[in-house]
């Protein structure tokens, strides 16, 4: 049997989860004071997932940079692909909070979105 540490981040709580694995199953759930935590753990132990914050160049923009993220959650073995995406391409001023920067990234159903207006310079 193995055992994974984690540290429950779905509330300010921050519970200290112990997930017991079997192989790729999860057998028991320690530590967590709600079921979300349960969740969180099994989620975390079985297939990680992150939100992803990051920049985009915008050239034309105030500001050369666009902070921009992920508006759910991806799996967490695909974020230096859903980076090198983002790395890839240019937006052009002017933008506002919210505007779908790239959708459904990387065939993950999630859409980048800005993070702030970014008016032109
Ligand atoms: S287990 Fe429940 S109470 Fe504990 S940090 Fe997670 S969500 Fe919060």
Known sequence: MEEKNFICTACPMGCKLI???????VIKILGNRCRRGETYGR??????QRMVATTVRIPNGFYPLLPVYTKGTIPKSRIPEVLAKIRAIEVSAP????????PNIIGTGVDVIASRDMPEK
């Open 95 to 102: 933008v506002k909070a919210e505007d779908v920067i790239i």
């Open 19 to 25: 997930v017991r694995m079997e192989g790729d199953e």
């Open 43 to 48: 989620q975390e132990a079985i297939a990680p």
